[in-house]
């Protein structure tokens, strides 16, 4: 009882005052409430052919907009870099493999590969929201070493057949790898065993659909058949469909873009404001005072997991006021609500584009077709002639890009292969 | 990044949360008489407000107006400040949203998650393993003399009946849970006792058990022997087989909240139409709160009136009630008119950058999702665990909404929520903790003013980012 009368009735009696004199505003506020509701309504219809505002449907019951989370899974994806005019390379950062024998082996490419292997994939989920990306689907297929072949078969698959996917839970602006277990298929003498890695992340909330689909499709001419020599002419083969409902050309271009692994880019955290879109006459509605009681402050976050904080420093609880805070506003007119985004990206966008990409001197590429008209679902398969520089150093590494494009310029499938100068 | 969603309740510390029937004063007074007897309760307070009318003298309306404005504020304070018994301050929950969110008369939205890594399947079938097990306990009505609830044992559907037709199990756990007229949330002592040795049966899988703690007392999150584990009641009898025939526990405790004796208290909730038990969850309004601010306004005005009228004797007296009446009922219209509805629904937001976006997202049935909030014990509602207030949702999949569930020689064959895109059952021990560590970063963490991104990541972003997050404080 003497706790009661200590701690809670002077809150009570505070209340008790307020809510008289909430009482004898609410009287004013609702006469002036009514004077500019009529002249809203009156402003309104002086530039409206409508009596009432369009009728929305009741909200009631779902889970409010600030509660919910927000995530961005994404992947290295050529086709939406492409779609900011970046150069591209299909020698994905995100995707890689490794023989099961030997996992730390990172194989050079996703052209070389054995049948009959077992390997492990790995795929590198980002994350490029604030908001940690929980449950983050990963599908991996592949497909024959290609354009755009649409033969995609899971990479993965349980003991009954079914296809085998993985999740990921990502903090936000990080990543996260997970791993396939894949066993290339067994092929007959002649067959190619030359495969293009496709990762597909999803996550039923996600901010940005566009960055979801990443292709690993390189070939390391360094393997087999070999290094290359200076001036020596490679002929490669990438067969190309025509998925398209009618005949189109396809136009070819290539370069020798490859990612700087040095680039850096220093992002700024962007901060969107909201307030609350109230006319006068409905915030008037929300200015009675009331007492706001105190609250305990939010706990400590926890340090990031590879930090250990072997002692906590202790500090005096703070100070709990007997008495609530008076306001003149409501939590809906109090509203003021924050989202946050990385900006900045523009930097690295100019480093990148202002890099020349061209083939070095000496190198060319010649197609034997180059603009073939695809006929209605047509499968062909196109020869690149690539010369390597005769003046090449020994022990370099030229990557090239064969990019396919439709009429309209669109993509449609790219291969990486790299030419290793014999030492 | 720390957030500031609106919350109102704040949960307090054993000793200090208490049930309305704990309440001491004139505000437990009239609060438990009038859940005790409603009608009584509101003819008794007419007969006390005409009696105040024809007396007509100010010396007593004005202590006992404002004795009864405090009485409806210190029942306000209670709500928001006692009600809740304090277990984490911050906790997470993975499961699947079982029935849609729902508004409820205080403002606040409910929903009901299935936890992980159960499945529907595995509580009914092992529903059915028990009810086999207990067949001739649940036949002996001399176990069922428990009014209000049952005096005899309900009808026990036959083997075959109960393993091949969910109708009729479902009908069965209904008559076996009954019903107290006076608390629709009781449940019969036989049911608790059923129920709790369902829950056993599935916790006793080691790697199963990670969300033992929202299911029951669990001691390493509420430690024995300290007040805060004297202040929940006992759920669970160690001394029983749970796994054997005769599951029953005589342990008979006096439960403070209930202000009476019973036998264990389970601490979760079940779904009699699912056959599952779930975790409750409520993002809060304050609906009440308004309600009550609303009342003692219009019992000043009452005071007020009166005084003024005061010549006109008890006329004078029922025209200030009436001109009380219509100020609750004008303040009422007035918030409603101007959306102070007591709601957690945001208003309308004007964006700094129009490229915000802004909307709220349908939630389904079905939907894998993790709650985020404050781990605590309703002392109302039977002392049931919850995430209350929850402070952030987050939306992990979709799955599909099976139509009807089917039952077959005691296989769930079709389980009413589909896990094709995520199968909560695949969720670990660890991956639980990573996930609730993940989010509590996220939830509580600072976010840097500047990182540094290497050109591959920048790239795999896709040189892009989109908002995300609501109402953070930016520290």
Redesign the interface.
Known sequence: ?SA?ITK?LP???Q??II??L??VL?LIV?LI?IFVRLWEIIKSLLHTGNLFPEETEE??????????????P????QT??MA?G?PVTWDN??IWVAPAANPGAIEPDSFHLKDDTDYIVSV?V?N?????A??V?VRLVYRPWSFNSPDLTPVETDASGNEVFR?V?????G?AITQFAWHTPKLQPGESAHFCLQAHVSH??D??L??NM?QENTNVFSQNPGFVSPGEIADIEVPLFNLARRAQTVAFRWDAYQ????????????????????PL??????ILP?VE?P??P?????P??PIEITAAASQPPPRISAFGRLVFD????A?????????G?ES??QV?LGRDYSLPAGMTVTVLEPVPLMGFQEERKMTFRIQVPPDAPPDTRIPVNLVAQDEAGALIGGVSVFFHVRP | MPRDVPTYSVCAGPGVARSHQQLGGLTGFLVNLFLRNKLFTVGAFLVFLIGLIIINSPVTWIPFVVALELALLDFKHWYYNERLLCIKERDCAIGTVISPPSAGFDGDIKLNLLLAPFTQRDFVQTLLDHITTNEAMLIDNNRFNDPPFHTSAPALPVANQRENDFGILKDYMKRLRSKDPDDGDAESFMSKQILIGVMDRLLVDPSKNFYNRYFRKDPLHIPTGTPLSDAIPQDFDPTVNWSGANAVSGVIQFNPYFQKHEGLNPMFRYDGDHLVPYLHCEVEGYYLALLIDNLVIALWAWLIAMLIFLALGPLGAALALFIAALLFFLKWFFDEATGNDGTPQPPDVDWDDPNTPSGGENQREGDVVVTYGNYIMDTEHHNFFEIHPVRAYYIVARNSLGTEPVLVNSNLEQEEFGHENFDPAQITAQRADEICNLITQGEEGTADDVILLTAPSALSMGMTTFYAGAQQTLR
């Open positions: 009882m009661w809670v809150v009570l009696l209340e008790l809510s008289l909430r009482l609410f609702w409430r909200d009631c019951g779902e889970i409010p907009d600030p509660f919910i989370r927000r995530p961005d994404c992947i290295y994806s939406y870099l900011q970046l950062p995100d590198q980002h490029a929201s604030t908001d940690p929980i449950g689907k999740f839970d990502i903090g936000g602006m990543a039923p909330m901010t940005n566009g960055n990443g990612i700087n692994t040095a680039d850096q880019v220093e992002l700024r955290l962007k901060v969107a404001h909201g307030t609350p879109n109230m006459g409905d915030r008037l509605g929300h009331r009681y609250k305990p939010p706990p400590p976050p926890p990031p997991p409501s939590s809906k007119s509203f003021r609500a924050t989202k946050t985004k990385y900006e990206f690295l966008q990148i």
